[in-house]
């Protein structure tokens, strides 16, 4: 079973490239797929809980401070609410980059350590290892094993992929998309294909 907060373990590379949407909420679905439903900052699952305003779209390099990056895909992140106000207009490590499996340790007692640099200044500046976060990931830790081993269509509901998957070929972004091979790969047409694992 994939420990609900093992971080990646490749550095992200963009597998989609929409551009010309005016508006960055339109960028959504795409950074959905690109970022597996769920906060590249603390890992967070759209599968946890899913109200309004539970994600955001986070823009890396600040929208205030870069306005031409404002509505550019590769600027843009998926992000929960609480770590996109915790990031605010801060510039900080690339969380693609830098929060991966060798670098990151997340304990069964949900307390989380970073082994580099980069990825101790990312914890201590999202808070991600204050007692509230290390409190969040013990219970979440906890509510996974738990169903893993007596409800295991829970389980499949909380480590699976959302029912909603965005059908990123039947989207038209404006200006295109400069990386169109990514389509193929997307989750929508993953599952289609029956490639989709049960959990990741
Ligand atoms: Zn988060």
């Known amino acids: 079973m994939t420990p609900p907060f093992a971080y990646p373990s490749l ?4 597998r ?29 699952r759209e599968q946890w809980g899913l109200v309004r305003g539970t994600f955001a779209i986070d823009h890396f390099l600040h929208a205030a401070v870069h306005p ?13 609410a609480t770590c996109n106000t915790a990031k605010a207009d801060r510039e900080l490590p690339d969380p693609a980059e830098v929060l991966l499996r060798d670098d990151v340790r997340v304990a069964e007692d949900g307390t ?3 082994d580099t640099p980069e990825a101790r200044r990312l914890i201590r500046v ?22 893993a ?9 909380l480590m699976g992929f959302p029912t909603d998957l965005p059908d990123l070929g039947a989207l038209k972004p404006p200006d295109g998309n400069t990386r169109p091979d990514g389509v193929a790969s997307c989750h929508f047409e993953r599952r289609a294909r029956g490639e989709l694992p049960e959990t990741y």
């Open 11 to 14: 550095p992200h590379v963009r």
């Open 149 to 157: 081993r007596h409800d295991p269509e829970l389980f499949a509901r």
């Open 68 to 80: 031409t990056l404002a509505t550019d895909y590769d600027n843009l992140v998926y992000a929960c």
């Open 112 to 114: 989380i350590e970073g």
């Open 126 to 147: 999202l808070g991600l290892d204050d007692p509230e976060y290390t409190e969040f990931r013990l219970l979440w830790i906890g509510i996974v094993a738990l169903a």
């Open 16 to 44: 989609h490239g929409p551009r010309g949407y005016a508006d960055y909420a339109s960028f959504r679905p795409w950074l959905r797929d690109e970022f597996a439903f769920r906060c590249v900052y603390c890992l967070r």
